[in-house]
């Protein structure tokens, strides 16, 4: 299935998108999207029993209709960094032996087409499209990479976005430079897993101003999906409705030759992960 959430910001309501791309409102079935229904086998089957039955799910009229993020009451935000080959070698930086991670609170979500701003006083707004996985049963201590998959729910599109001085030469944490205002896009969809066969064989797009700057593969991935789930696991309990970023490929602004070519405001981007939805930004200062 693919699910979403509609309308305005704080106030979107549970949708799905059918098999002919009719969006279908889900309000009479659940209140919203969110950890608590993808944790209840029972209540997704009947959603994805009603979206089966012609007549049962009232269409929505989409146009000029917000798309808010798939996923609410997010309760918190695992990523990966430097999780790619061609991305470490890219920046420079040796393949880690462990996942690095960081954090990202969730009010740095906001939908797949809202606006995106610079911070004050940032130099160096980067790009990053990243696979989100989207956690379904609680994970404590599991024995396999298997185990892992098990438990997610499903996928989305994220964009992890960046300021590199923030993060990287201001000293600390890498957390600075993550969670400024509307630094993870998310969406449209959370894709369910059941229709992500393997979540290592999905190419990741992006472009900026209607130039493609990645244009990766999960393939490249460090650490796949399920051992990012299972090793997390070990070092903190994972509840569904978490997310995890799972990091980005080759093609970052860092990554390319002086002078870089940071974001600014007026910029576009645009970016997908095939068959998880497409997103667009327009910049703006903060």
């Given at each position: 299935m693919k699910l979403l959430r509609v309308g305005t910001a704080g106030a979107e309501r549970p949708a799905l998108l059918d098999r002919d791309g009719t969006l279908r409102d889900l309000s009479r079935i659940v209140p919203d999207i969110d950890g608590e229904l993808l944790a209840d086998a029972s209540t997704l089957a009947r959603v994805r029993a009603a979206a089966e039955t012609p007549g049962v799910l009232p269409a929505l009229d989409a146009t000029g209709l917000r798309i808010g993020p798939p996923l609410g009451r997010i309760g918190k935000i695992v990523c990966i960094g430097l999780n790619y080959h061609d991305h470490a070698a890219e920046t420079g930086a040796a393949i880690p032996e462990e996942p690095i991670l960081f954090?990202?609170?969730?009010?740095?979500?906001?939908?797949?087409?809202?606006?995106?701003?610079?911070?004050?006083?940032?130099?160096?707004?980067?790009?990053?499209?990243?696979?989100?996985?989207?956690?379904?049963?609680?994970?404590?201590?599991?024995?396999?990479?298997?185990?892992?998959?098990?438990?997610?729910?499903?996928?989305?599109?994220?964009?992890?976005?960046?300021?590199?001085?923030?993060?990287?030469?201001?000293?600390?944490?890498?957390?600075?430079?993550?969670?400024?205002?509307?630094?993870?896009?998310?969406?449209?969809?959370?894709?369910?897993?059941?229709?992500?066969?393997?979540?290592?064989?999905?190419?990741?797009?992006?472009?900026?101003?209607?130039?493609?700057?990645?244009?990766?593969?999960?393939?490249?991935?460090?650490?796949?999906?399920?051992?990012?789930?299972?090793?997390?696991?070990?070092?903190?309990?994972?509840?569904?409705?978490?997310?995890?970023?799972?990091?980005?490929?080759?093609?970052?602004?860092?990554?390319?030759p002086e002078p870089k070519p940071y974001l600014k405001a007026g910029d576009v981007v645009e970016l997908e992960v095939v068959g998880l939805g497409r997103q667009r930004q327009e910049l703006k200062d903060a």
């Open positions: 954090f990202k609170a969730p009010d740095t979500v906001v939908g797949p087409d809202d606006t995106v701003l610079v911070p004050r006083g940032s130099r160096k707004t980067d790009w990053e499209v990243e696979l989100a996985v989207v956690i379904g049963r609680t994970a404590r201590y599991l024995g396999s990479a298997e185990e892992g998959l098990a438990h997610v729910a499903g996928y989305a599109t994220a964009h992890d976005v960046s300021e590199r001085e923030f993060q990287i030469e201001r000293g600390g944490t890498w957390d600075k430079g993550k969670n400024c205002e509307t630094f993870n896009p998310l969406g449209p969809w959370l894709v369910t897993a059941d229709e992500v066969p393997d979540p290592q064989a999905l190419p990741l797009r992006l472009w900026v101003n209607g130039e493609l700057k990645q244009n990766g593969t999960t393939a490249e991935q460090i650490f796949p999906v399920g051992e990012v789930v299972r090793y997390l696991s070990h070092f903190m309990t994972l509840y569904p409705g978490d997310i995890i970023n799972t990091g980005t490929p080759a093609g970052v602004a860092m990554g390319q």
